[in-house]
């Protein structure tokens, strides 16, 4: 019981910690974009529904 009290406390500290850490980042900051995939069938699906056509193939 004890070892299960320490386990949860350790975990809800490491999850404070992580969650600080995302907090202090400034909201200037992009996220990590990946190139879409050329051949990606729903990067293709979006890009038609954005241009508003369908997509023929």
Avoid: H, W
């Avoid at 350790?10 to 200037?28: G, S």
């Amino acid at each position: 019981m004890f070892r299960l009290l320490v386990a949860g406390t350790l975990v809800y500290v490491a999850y404070r910690i992580v969650r600080k850490m995302v907090e202090d980042v400034p909201n200037t900051v992009d996220p990590l974009l990946l190139p879409p995939l050329k051949y990606d069938r729903e990067t293709l699906r979006r890009q038609s529904a954005a241009m508003g056509v369908d997509p023929q193939r």
